[in-house]
């Protein structure tokens, strides 16, 4: 409704012929925004449907007039759900009691940042593990270049921490398996993936690109809704696996890791809390 033409494609078969012609893309993280693919092109501006922009190269797209913008916040909820939801299996499987425990930025969420003042990359290093006082349970949702693969195998070898709950990993979709099979649940980069955050993210990337071309948005992005809305508990925890238990995507990841792009580019898409009505 916003454009004479869209075309549609996966994001690692964006080329620059598919590109050439484009004013804007639309994008998600598979999809590397540079000078091999965009130079000679028209493309004025870039909406990345993500929070994270490091599939973006923003010094290139600064030298060559072309703008972009991203979706901060976008899937916040879905990531909340998945890190609630894992914290409930993880309390199940190794009997432990939440509110006796403390949770804090041992928890990832940070943008990944290889360069400056604000550095991300390998911010849990060797030395970050051993100087961890307690034995913590080690959560990444936002980039697996953020915590480095081998010192992280190191801690868990070594005991220096609990568990690991990984969903981003360093050389995606080349994961190292090692890893994988320590991790207590370990998913194909996933935690983000509702269909509730999806909407969000499309209806960001449509109003950033309609206040840019000065466009009069006529469009309503919704999620769909879910297939059973009402779930039947005996408490708030159970309501919760109901919606999402990870086991089942770490199972998945486990038993088939060459399956990584598959099992991420195929995922069935979940819904959030604030999508069922809760019966106690």
Excluded at 29 to 46: A, M, P, Q, W, Y
């Amino acid at each position: 409704r916003i454009a004479d033409e869209v075309v549609y494609a996966p994001g690692k078969d964006f080329t620059p012929e598919l590109v050439r012609d484009a004013d804007a893309l639309i994008v998600r993280t598979r999809t590397h925004c540079n000078r091999d693919l965009l130079e000679g092109s028209r493309v004025k501006f870039i909406a990345t449907a993500t929070i994270g922009f490091d599939h973006i190269d923003t010094e290139y797209c600064k030298q060559a007039g072309i703008e972009w913008t991203n979706a901060p916040g976008c899937n916040s909820a879905s990531v909340a759900q998945y890190i609630q939801s894992s914290l409930l299996v993880w309390k199940s499987v190794r009997n432990k009691r939440l509110n006796e425990l403390t949770i804090g930025i041992i928890t990832f969420h940070v943008p990944l940042y290889k360069e400056g003042k604000y550095k991300t990359f390998h911010l849990a290093d060797e030395v970050f593990f051993q100087s961890l006082k307690r034995k913590p349970v080690i959560i990444n949702t936002s980039r697996g270049e953020v915590i480095q693969t081998d010192a992280l195998l190191k801690a868990l070898n070594s005991q220096m921490i609990s568990d690991a709950i990984i969903d981003v990993w360093e050389h995606e979709p080349e994961i190292n398996r090692d890893l994988l099979e320590k991790t207590f649940i370990g998913t194909p980069h996933i935690a983000g993936y509702s269909a509730d955050g999806k909407a969000n993210a499309t209806r960001m990337s449509l109003d950033a690109i309609c206040k840019f071309f000065q466009i009069k948005g006529d469009y309503e992005i919704n999620a769909p809704a879910p297939v059973s809305p009402i779930i039947h508990a005996k408490n708030h925890e159970e309501a919760v696996l109901q919606m999402y238990n990870p086991t089942e995507d770490s199972n998945r990841l486990k038993n088939q890791p060459e399956l990584f792009e598959t099992l991420r580019g195929d995922y069935p898409l979940r819904r959030e809390e604030k999508a069922y009505i809760i019966k106690y």
